[in-house]
């Protein structure tokens, strides 16, 4: 049984969704440290053929909670509406925009109670994977009872608590884990790269990689995505 943990992002980019459809079981990484300035609230479409980023604003609070601990603030649904339209202008005439464009913009109707940051965005990443036909189980980490302090060892729990012997990460978890170390445990360890020559069409001039899944999703059918996702290499 393989499994992938990563913390929750909005609108991640393919090679996050290459991580889901890879294993059978998928660990949203909600209950660790929120980090200011990374890509949980954040993330990149085209706007005028050039790279755009767009963000949703964190209501402030103590940074020692947990991504699960944090809310959007009280101008989330005025920065919601200002997103859509921004999709609506640059992605109007995309192959996929009456299909996809609903999606999105269902993923993001949220009561003004209802603006938790995992919350959130965990709804959005299950509707997705759900849209492009894949089964893998998401599982919160925030309902797992652990009790590992240390980052390796707490992945190491994770596997063990939900029976999986095959960890995959993303390439940046190359500098952090060791797969001698995994296998003195009994685990399987392996790293995902999104290929070099993932390409499709896109409304620029140069394709720009690693945008927001959104653009993957504009500009391009189920089938073809799903060719997409199985364009990685496990290192």
Known sequence: MKLAI??????????????????????????????????????????????????????????????????????????????????????????????????????????????????????????????????TQFILSSDLEKSSENRAERIIEINRLLDTNHYINAIGGKELYSKEYFEEKGIELNFLRTNEDLTYEQNTNNFVPNLSIIDVLMNNSKKEIRYLLSNYTLE
């Not at 949203?28 to 479409?45: P, S, T």
């Not at 402030?60 to 921004?86: H, P, V």
């Not at 919350?119 to 299950?126: F, Q």
Request: aromatic share 16%; charged share 25%.
């Open 6 to 135: 990563m913390q929750p992002y909005l609108f991640p980019y393919i090679g996050y969704f290459q991580l889901i459809q890879a294993v059978d079981k998928f660990v949203i990484y909600d209950d660790v440290q929120y980090m200011k300035g990374g890509w949980i609230n954040r993330n990149r479409v085209l706007v005028n053929k050039s790279p755009y980023t767009f963000t949703f604003s964190v209501k402030k609070d103590s940074f020692e909670k947990n991504i699960n601990e944090r809310y959007f603030n009280q101008n989330f649904n005025k920065e919601r509406k200002k997103f859509l339209k921004t999709i609506t202008e640059s992605y109007g005439k995309a192959t996929n925009f009456n299909e996809v464009f609903p999606l999105i913009e269902e993923s993001l109707q949220v009561n003004i109670q209802e603006q938790n940051i995992s919350d959130v965005i965990t709804r959005s990443i299950k509707m997705i994977a759900d849209y492009l036909g894949i089964d």
